[in-house]
């Protein structure tokens, strides 16, 4: 089903959906023969939410293989198969977890993750004793997650605050209200987000981050790219076939009705005309990296750049 301008869903539909198979993911790529991401929450948590589909792939009864598409399904155009979006989210997942590891060197002491789904940095990562880190998502999500790991005994490492809004709502009165403090540095992060956000709503949040970050502040966001109208139906129709061999596993969810497509503004030079000092990695850069191969140019995220910036 198409995004309404106020839809809601859980872990198991619409953009919920997306956190779980990004987990189921993170599941896939801790068991790599050489990982570079460990994430011993993903798996269980993929279990908890139930999709049949994503709960095999986490735990292994399904290989990201059985579901890479073919040579020749897509015309040679073949969009990015489940082995590389794996590799794509341990590059993706590393790269806010070191994000995170260097903002707190450089002494930042208040963390916010926005849209934070099946995330589990609160409980996976070492923080210092005085950090306090925000949590900000729907709150049937924020409920599910902190009941699941708290029935699997999982304890969070730091203070870890739920902010229970959705984006669209006033949500930095609501992060203040649990505490958040304007006038200390910050570190953002905006984990695949973006493409699930209409562009004015892009441009929306990376206002009310700067509006709330004092100087020292860091912001860490995945940038996806403006398409054209033409690219934007090859880009969908790349989604679906990518989605028709899900269906013959039973999951039958387009992703292409979710994503927001069309122009919008570039991250990097949004945030550099309103002074921050931004650096930026495309994905294939991230990839290398941390020990895998690239992307081919037309597949899939290889367009999608990460961005760091600092006030």
Same mark, same amino acid.
């Given at each position: 089903?198409?995004?309404?301008?106020? /839809?809601?869903?859980?872990?198991?539909?619409?953009?919920?959906?997306?956190?779980?198979?990004?987990?189921?993911?993170?599941?896939?790529?801790?068991?790599?023969?050489?990982?570079?991401?460990?994430?011993?929450?993903?798996?269980?948590?993929?279990?908890?939410?139930?999709?049949?589909?994503?709960?095999?792939?986490?735990?292994? *009864?399904?290989?990201?293989?059985?579901?890479?598409?073919?040579?020749? /399904?897509?015309?040679?155009?073949?969009?990015?198969?489940?082995?590389?979006?794996?590799?794509?989210?341990?590059?993706?997942?590393?790269?806010?977890?070191?994000?995170?590891?260097? +903002?707190?060197?450089?002494?930042?002491?208040?963390?916010?993750?926005?849209?934070?789904?099946? /995330?589990?940095?609160?409980?996976?990562?070492?923080?210092?004793?005085?950090?306090?880190?925000?949590?900000?998502?729907? &709150?049937?999500?924020?409920?599910?997650?902190?009941?699941?790991?708290?029935?699997?005994?999982?304890? #969070?490492?730091?203070?870890?605050?739920?902010?229970?809004?959705? $984006?669209?709502?006033?949500? &930095?009165?609501?992060?203040?209200?649990?505490?958040?403090?304007?006038?200390?540095?910050?570190?953002?992060?905006?984990?695949?987000?973006?493409?699930?956000?209409?562009?004015?709503?892009?441009?929306?949040?990376?206002?009310?981050?700067?509006?709330?970050?004092? +100087?020292?502040?860091?912001?860490?966001? *995945?940038?996806?790219?403006?398409?054209?109208?033409?690219?934007? /139906? *090859? $880009?969908?129709?790349?989604?679906?076939?990518?989605?028709?061999?899900?269906?013959?596993?039973?999951?039958?969810?387009?992703?292409?009705?979710?994503?927001?497509?069309?122009?919008?503004?570039?991250?990097?030079?949004?945030?550099?005309?309103?002074?921050?000092?931004?650096?930026?990695? &495309?994905?294939?850069?991230? $990839?290398?990296?941390?020990?895998? +191969? #690239?992307?081919?140019?037309? *597949?899939?995220?290889?367009?999608?750049?990460?961005?760091?910036?600092?006030?």
């Amino acid at each position: 089903m198409a995004r309404t301008d106020n /839809d809601t869903w859980d872990l198991a539909s619409s953009v919920g959906a997306t956190a779980t198979m990004v987990a189921a993911a993170r599941a896939v790529a801790s068991r790599a023969e050489e990982p570079v991401i460990d994430d011993p929450f993903a798996e269980p948590l993929v279990r908890a939410v139930g999709v049949d589909f994503f709960t095999k792939l986490a735990s292994g *009864e399904l290989t990201p293989a059985d579901l890479d598409v073919r040579d020749g /399904d897509s015309g040679g155009q073949s969009p990015v198969g489940m082995t590389r979006f794996a590799d794509g989210m341990a590059a993706r997942t590393k790269f806010f977890d070191d994000f995170f590891a260097g +903002a707190v060197e450089a002494g930042i002491r208040q963390a916010v993750i926005l849209a934070s789904g099946l /995330d589990a940095r609160g409980y996976r990562l070492a923080w210092p004793g005085d950090m306090v880190l925000f949590e900000i998502d729907q &709150p049937e999500v924020l409920a599910f997650k902190t009941t699941t790991l708290g029935d699997l005994g999982a304890q #969070p490492s730091t203070d870890l605050r739920t902010v229970a809004i959705d $984006l669209r709502q006033d949500w &930095p009165a609501a992060l203040i209200e649990a505490g958040f403090d304007t006038s200390r540095p910050t570190a953002w992060i905006a984990e695949g987000l973006f493409g699930y956000l209409p562009p004015e709503a892009q441009d929306r949040l990376l206002d009310q981050i700067r509006e709330l970050s004092p +100087a020292g502040s860091r912001l860490a966001v *995945e940038s996806v790219p403006s398409h054209h109208d033409a690219d934007s /139906d *090859e $880009l969908r129709e790349r989604m679906k076939e990518s989605t028709d061999l899900w269906r013959s596993h039973g999951f039958d969810l387009d992703f292409s009705e979710l994503v927001f497509l069309g122009d919008r503004a570039d991250v990097t030079q949004y945030l550099g005309e309103r002074g921050w000092t931004v650096d930026a990695a &495309p994905t294939n850069d991230l $990839l290398v990296r941390y020990g895998m +191969a #690239p992307l081919d140019s037309d *597949e899939g995220f290889a367009e999608v750049v990460y961005v760091t910036a600092t006030r």
